[in-house]
């Protein structure tokens, strides 16, 4: 079974979506285990987004980001790193189809609804960086 992490961002939050997001997630068969309430300090945001940490568009998405608290979530399941991106659709939500979580609930590039790591390597590296190891439940 492989893991992955998703952050459910602010704008997911703000509109009161974090329920029917879980509720996708569940539907497709995943398994919630880690799952945790935070407010992302601009260290930990700029180690997650450092790909992009020196573009001039960073403090947008450093101010977009910690402008409230998120949800984070490790979950579970075969091949779930692809799934859930399938399920999320395109990052940019204008272009997600409707179905999909961001084609349904985004609204633009930034305002996607859900973080969702792109690779097995980067989930790896996005469980370690939120949640400790007892943190994440082997079910």
């Known amino acids: 079974m492989q893991k992955t992490f998703v ?41 997650h987004y450092a790909h992009v940490a020196s573009k001039p568009f960073y403090p947008e998405i450093e101010q977009f980001m910690s402008s409230q608290p998120v949800i984070v979530m490790a979950l579970q399941g075969e091949n779930i790193v692809q799934q859930v991106r399938d399920l999320l659709g395109p990052t940019d939500s204008r272009k997600a189809a409707k179905g999909t979580i961001r084609g ?36």
């Open 104 to 139: 349904d609930l985004g609204s633009d590039m930034m305002k996607n609804v859900v973080h969702a790591s792109d690779s097995d390597e980067n989930a790896k590296a996005e469980l370690a960086r939120f949640f400790r190891p007892e943190e994440i439940f082997a079910v």
């Open 7 to 47: 952050i459910f961002k602010p704008d997911c939050m703000a509109q009161h979506q974090a329920g029917q997001v879980l509720a996708r997630f569940e539907a497709a068969g995943f398994t919630v285990v880690g799952c945790k309430m935070t407010r992302l300090a601009p260290a930990v945001l700029r180690e």
